[in-house]
């Protein structure tokens, strides 16, 4: 299973509602990282897990919480986000350590978020 | 730091014409190199990449060579197709240090038309 998956596809949230993303990957990486893509622009990296905890934190607001619960899951708690969160959410993961040659990391097909 | 740039889009091309889509990067040791496609409404995917000096990397028709002395990782295909269009990111991984952590260039439009 060379797969990494996210739930939901799309979600559209209220400015004070609280909603949670998924991903999930069966491929053993130890490394899940969750980016932050808006339109015409590269992915921009928000948190990086290492083994299940949280190695990196690229200055993100608060409103936004991860979480991973296990080796396989990657989660990321919303709340009171604003309408210029709205973006999409991509879920990645990959080998840590890389060893000798860089795999590169695998991607979800992203959830598509709109804050209202 | 590092960085990656690549060339302006969009990149208009007919079907069956040829592709080369420049990247270049600025990098200290060796970097392993590697070319996204986002196809419309999904998430990326790896094309293909290298990891040393003169690798070759390639799939599905597109291919792109390491060249260290000019640090560029030029993504070329022979002919195009319409199913072609996507958006293509450069992208390197530090050999040493930073694990898998992606530096990304700002991303090349590919529009094929029939």
């Known amino acids: 299973d060379t797969e990494v998956t996210q739930t939901p596809k799309h979600l559209v949230m209220g400015m004070t509602n609280k909603k949670s993303l998924k991903c999930e990957q069966h491929?053993?990486?130890?490394?899940m990282y969750w980016y932050k893509q808006k339109a015409k622009k590269p992915p921009e990296l928000m948190f990086v897990?290492?083994?299940?905890?949280?190695?990196i934190n690229e200055s993100v607001p608060s409103r936004f919480s991860p979480e991973c619960p296990n080796s396989s899951l990657l989660n990321l708690h919303l709340h009171a986000l604003q309408p210029e969160d709205s973006a999409l959410y991509l879920c990645?993961?990959?080998?840590?350590?890389?060893?000798?040659?860089?795999?590169?990391?695998?991607f979800g097909p992203g959830t598509r978020l709109t804050v209202l | 730091g590092d960085s990656v740039t690549q060339m302006e889009g969009p990149v208009t091309l007919s079907e069956e014409a040829f592709l080369t889509i420049n990247c270049t990067y600025t990098?200290?040791?060796?970097?392993?190199l590697f070319w996204y496609v986002q196809y419309p409404g999904e998430g990326l995917q790896l094309l293909l990449k290298?990891?040393?000096?003169?690798d070759k990397g390639s799939n599905k028709g597109f291919e792109a060579t390491y060249r260290k002395e000019t640090t560029s990782f030029h993504l070329e295909k022979g002919s195009v197709q319409v199913s072609d269009s996507a958006v293509y990111f450069c992208?390197?991984?530090?050999?040493?240090?930073?694990?898998?952590?992606?530096?990304f260039g700002g991303g090349t439009r590919l529009m094929v038309k029939p």
């Open positions: 990645a993961s990959s080998q840590d350590p890389p060893g000798l040659t860089a795999r590169g990391q695998f």
């Open positions: 491929m053993g990486h130890r490394a």
């Open positions: 897990y290492s083994y299940e905890k949280l190695s």
């Open positions: 990098a200290t040791g060796y970097p392993s």
């Open positions: 290298a990891t040393k000096a003169d």
């Open positions: 992208a390197l991984t530090p050999r040493l240090g930073a694990g898998n952590m992606l530096t």
